[in-house]
């Protein structure tokens, strides 16, 4: 295990150890994906990465997106906005979880005195049509992490089993660095000339993006949007595989996902606004995941996925 | 004779699964083991967050040698048969033998099992085991295909005895079988051998790991008291929450940390709820306030601060949490304060059940029964109807939302928040009980006649579309809320007649059911006729006063055969009557617990006001008390004799014999002493019943007893003389008339 010296001093410092942490034990340190998720799994790197055969280990941030989680900026630790670090790593290694718990001493929290804990906590995302078994890890009571073995991804048994840590930067950073309210976190070293604090960075941002979602977005747009993406995925997939224009098998599982992705934004964003109700939602959660559904399928259906001609 | 021990190490199991696999794992190996034909002394099974540990001693060695001879076909039986024969036993034509059987020569085969050695039977036991243990979800994980709670990481099995440990070669899924294990994940160092169970237990404990969940539990609770105890404080005791936390660590330290003052002025029942869902701490009180002042949390480790660091976390999680928890009770405060009417508002858009409409729609139903209910429980109609109203406006609440658990309890903070009468507040709460059968029934009048409404409601809609318990499956509680009813009626001996209201409420669902289809006149029938029934409490009567009152008007009023309205008329009846029926073995079910015989009850069944459970209690109890005494049983028998003479006579005869013993016909004394007996007894009976005391009216029962003895010691009832023979038959309807007057004695058994 790799013991780094002293306390974090910042939010970046945190998540600069990570990705040291991470890529030392041999993850592909991958960057964040260009649009707008609700979490981490999202990032193609794990939702279509787990499935097919291929080992595969990538550690990256993803920015996460939760419309209605919004506050203005003004509740201490929830946010419309926040980073999420995931590693996917398949097959899982049978030390995932002493490597794990190295991560946690490599962000400074020293296994003599905290508690530990891996308490059962299922995850499951029916807009995905995933599901796996682990932990939610407790550090002196406080969720640290989620702890997964992915067994489903899109309809498909996952085999091998892709082993998946999510953590919630802000909430680890702040318990870290004893911060109690988010926005007064130190975002760059507070010793620094130009210091600046979370709030510096992304206050101004939760207040604009909270009245947006809640608000002023367009609903019929957004709806627009969704079916658009919606068709446009269908469109993507029922291209046949192989290219006239090159001659080659091109299998566009990711563009099709892209769209997957949107429509699952675009609901998030009518969720936020209010205007789906109770029977609706499980309707467009199970239009999402039937796009997710396909997505996997394609994925399947390339070299990534394991697929040979 | 070895031991035999087996640990299955993997990463954390679930709390919640540990005691269910301990159980299977000791039935599943201990009966594999059986049934391969080895014996053994005793087992046990042990937990932790990371092992299940089993221990058997006094196994037998090896399995026994078995012979068993097999009769095959006949020597001369066509060739199929005898291969057929081979092939069932595994064995040769030459290991066959020739004997001579009644009917000719005939195969025999003698198949010898031979016994195998322990180490053999148990990797074959224990790997069928593992490959088909029943968790309640399971995982593959890396490459494999083996299925476990949580990855597996290794298997310890050994056989030991005076001359040392052997480990039982086996290896499943790459896991190769050793004598080996790990400590603690902290707090242990490196993996170490065993030898036996107890020095596998002793060096774990070395290892800082506490193997029994028992002995976690009882140090747990042990230091928690004492740590309580020592400031003038008690631990709010939770047995569930106890297990859950014993199953979360290896190495329970306790610690003890405070509250922030700000959170004092929280119910106590969110602190504890709050305290218990999201942190799994145990609640402290002070037993004088009854408030909730420290939390004591069980950590997994020792440390060199003396668990400082990890109090600290803990309490700034709580503090984090119980500020979530003050935020929204000070929002539903506010709503309270305000009447509640955007959550009554909300909960008509929220969904009850699919076929059964919106919360609201349902809370609209519950009220009108409850003030239909009200007088007979002896509460305000007014009061009853509010109460109803409100008792399920928390639902829409904030907390609620977050806690499902605390509902009704924060219902009765926000009505008593919002000024409403103090039985009003009482109800939110009380309404939903009894929870179990061992909660208490509301007591209250106001929450009685909300609760029995709320629950009658449910029953009548889920029987109204057809949605009734079947076998093991009571998805909506439906037995729980008919024993509820019962428990209450009859422990404040209320007196309810039960197809009334069932019959009401069953129209009002169908009202619900048939507003978007029926024509304006439909739902106006139904309407009537739930006031009709409210009214004369009989559905068929109700029909007719309905028709009638349409039949005056403009035009005549016909039901016409396959219409709804006719179905209505055949079907209402029906479902009533299975409802009932249901009460009935509801009913029947919880006296048995208490000691009442089921023929007991059926004799009670059969009388008339079989719907006024209270009465159908203490007729029943009375008969039961009866029946155990030997006037009881003695009459009983006079009865069954006189029942079967008559009945015997009246089948021979052709006729009734009903009317008309003269005692001037009598001719015996013990004769007359019957007849001046019934006609006694008849007085005392007829006026105990009607002030329906039951206890009395068996008493004047048991009088008979000795003059029906005395009678037929010295009477013959078929005399040639048929004036006689026919008095005296009549004098037998007599006391078959008095006593199924008490209740239907021809149902008793015996």
Redesign the interface.
């Given at each position: 295990m790799t013991k780094t010296d002293g306390k974090p001093r910042s939010f970046q410092e945190i998540i600069l150890r990570l990705q040291t942490y991470w890529a030392s034990k041999g993850c592909a340190i991958l960057q964040p994906y260009d649009m707008e998720v609700g979490a981490g799994t999202f990032h193609p790197a794990t939702t279509l990465r787990a499935l097919g055969t291929k080992a595969w280990a990538a550690a990256y941030v993803q920015p996460s997106r939760r419309p209605t989680d919004g506050r203005y900026g003004e509740n201490?630790?929830r946010l419309q906005h926040y980073y999420q670090y995931q590693v996917v790593i398949k097959?899982?290694?049978?030390d995932l979880?002493d490597l794990y718990l190295g991560s946690l001493e490599a962000i400074g929290i020293d296994?003599?005195?905290?508690?530990?804990?891996?308490?059962?906590d299922?995850w499951e995302s029916p807009t995905l049509g995933a599901w796996?078994?682990?932990?939610e890890v407790w550090?002196?009571?406080?969720e640290v992490s989620q702890f997964t073995?992915f067994?489903q991804v899109g309809g498909h048994d996952?085999?091998?089993?892709s082993?998946e840590l999510t953590y919630g930067l802000e909430r680890l950073a702040m318990?870290v660095l004893g911060v109690?309210h988010v926005m007064d976190m130190p975002y760059n070293d507070p010793q620094t000339p130009i210091a600046l604090t979370y709030g510096d960075v992304f206050r101004q941002t939760e207040q604009e993006y909270s009245r947006w979602n809640f608000d002023v977005v367009d609903t019929d747009t957004l709806l627009t949007h969704f079916e658009d993406a919606e068709k446009e995925c269908a469109r993507i997939l029922a291209a046949p595989a192989d290219d006239p224009k090159i001659g080659k098998r091109i299998v566009m599982a990711h563009p099709a996902y892209d769209q997957c992705i949107k429509a699952s934004h675009m609901f998030n964003l009518l969720d936020a606004r209010g205007v789906i109700?109770?029977?609706e939602r499980q309707a467009y959660i199970g239009r999402v995941r039937a796009l997710a559904k396909a997505c996997a399928d394609a994925f399947v259906e390339t070299e990534a996925g394991g697929w040979q001609a | 004779m070895p031991d035999l021990l087996i640990e299955l190490f993997s990463?954390?199991i679930?709390?919640?699964m540990q005691a269910r696999a301990c159980d299977d794992l000791k039935k599943r190996v201990t009966d594999g083991l059986v049934e391969a034909g080895l014996t053994y002394a005793s087992a046990a099974a042990f937990s932790t967050?990371r092992r299940l540990a089993l221990t058997v001693e006094g196994l037998t060695g090896e399995s026994p040698t078995v012979r068993e001879e097999r009769k095959g076909p006949r020597t001369d039986a066509p060739e199929k048969a005898l291969q057929g024969f081979l092939r069932a036993t595994g064995l040769t034509q030459d290991q066959l033998e020739k004997r001579d059987d009644k009917k000719g020569q005939v195969w025999f085969a003698t198949i010898e099992k031979t016994g195998r050695p322990a180490p053999v039977i148990v990797a074959e036991v224990l790997e069928d085991v593992i490959r088909n243990f029943p968790w309640p979800?399971?995982?593959?994980?890396?490459?494999g295909t083996l299925r476990w709670?949580?990855?597996l990481?290794s298997i310890l099995c050994i056989l030991s005895d005076e001359s040392g440990a052997q480990v039982v070669p086996m290896t499943i899924d790459g896991i190769t079988a050793g004598d080996s294990t790990e400590g603690h994940r902290?707090m242990g160092s490196q993996r170490f051998s065993v030898s036996s169970f107890d020095d596998y237990t002793a060096k774990l404990k070395k290892a800082c790991v506490m193997l029994d969940p028992a002995e976690r539990a009882d140090h747990i609770w042990h230091d928690a008291t004492n740590m309580a105890f020592a400031q003038g404080l008690e631990v709010v005791e939770d047995k569930g929450l106890l297990a859950e936390v014993a199953g979360?660590?290896e190495w329970p330290v306790v610690l003890m940390g405070q509250i922030g003052k700000d959170f004092l002025e929280l119910p106590p029942e969110v602190l504890q709820t709050s305290m218990k869902e999201h942190?799994k701490?145990f609640s402290v009180r002070d037993p004088k306030s009854g408030q909730i002042v420290r939390f004591v949390?069980v950590?997994?480790?020792e440390?060199?601060?003396n668990g400082a660091?990890?109090?600290?976390?803990?309490e700034?999680?709580?503090s984090?949490r119980l500020?979530d928890a003050r935020f929204f009770w000070e929002n539903d405060l506010r709503e309270a304060k305000a009447g509640m009417g955007t959550w009554l508002d909300k909960l008509d858009?929220?969904?009850f059940h699919n076929q059964l409409g919106t919360q609201g729609a349902r809370i609209a139903r519950i009220a009108k029964l409850a003030r239909e209910i009200a007088p007979q429980a002896g509460a305000d109609p007014d009061l009853a109807e509010q109460a109803a109203k409100f008792a399920k406006a928390d639902l829409a609440s904030e907390m609620v939302y977050e806690f499902p658990e605390l509902q009704g309890i924060m219902g009765r903070y926000y009505c008593a928040a919002a000024g409403m009468d103090p039985a009003v507040a009482e109800a939110a709460q009380m309404h939903y009980k009894p929870l179990g059968p061992s909660d208490d029934f509301p007591l209250n009048p106001v929450s009685v006649a909300v609760s029995l409404a709320d629950k009658l409601d449910t029953l009548t809609g889920f029987w109204e579309i057809d949605e009734k318990p079947t076998g093991s499956k009571d998805p909506y509680a439906l037995r729980r809320a008919a024993l509820g009813i019962i428990r209450t009626v009859t422990g404040h001996n209320l007196r309810v007649g039960l197809e009334r209201l069932i019959d009401m409420q069953l129209l009002e669902h169908t009202i619900a059911l048939s507003l978007d289809t029926a024509e304006e006149r439909e739902v106006y029938f139904l309407e009537e006729m739930v006031d009709e029934i409210a009214k004369f409490g009989v559905f068929g009567a109700a029909f007719h006063a309905v028709t009638d009152k349409l039949a005056g008007k403009d035009e005549p009023f016909e039901v016409e055969e396959g219409t709804w309205l006719a179905r209505l008329r055949a079907s209402l009846p029906e479902k009533s009557d299975d409802l009932l029926a249901f009460f009935h073995d509801r009913l029947k079910v919880h006296l048995r617990d208490e000691g009442i015989r089921h023929d007991v009850i059926d004799a009670c069944l059969a009388m008339p006001g079989n719907d006024d459970l209270s009465l159908l209690v203490r007729r029943a109890e009375a008969l039961s008390a009866f029946l155990k005494t030997d006037e009881g049983e003695n009459l009983l028998q006079g009865f069954k004799r006189a029942n079967n003479i008559l009945t015997k006579e009246e089948e021979k005869d052709g006729v009734e014999y009903r009317y008309g013993a003269d005692v001037k016909f009598a001719e015996e004394d013990s004769e007359k002493a019957l007849f001046s007996a019934l006609d006694d007894a008849e007085t005392v009976i007829a006026q105990a019943m009607k002030a329906e005391d039951f206890g009395v009216a068996m008493g004047a029962m048991s009088a008979l007893r000795a003059p029906i003895d005395g009678f037929f010691e010295a009477v013959q009832v078929n005399t040639d003389n048929q004036i006689v023979r026919r008095n005296r038959l009549n004098l037998l309807h007599r006391i078959r008339e008095t006593c199924l007057g008490v209740a239907d004695l021809t149902q008793i058994e015996g």
């Open positions: 201490p630790n097959p899982s290694p049978p979880q296994m003599d005195l905290h508690d530990i804990r891996f308490v059962e299922d796996g078994l682990g932990w550090c002196d009571g406080m073995y067994q996952c085999k091998p089993v082993g318990y109690d109700s109770v029977t | 990463e954390e679930p709390a919640r967050p979800k399971s995982m593959r994980w890396g490459s709670v949580r990855p990481h902290f979360l660590v942190q701490f949390t950590a997994n480790r440390t060199a601060d660091t990890i109090l600290a976390g803990n700034k999680v709580l984090a500020s858009n929220v969904t």
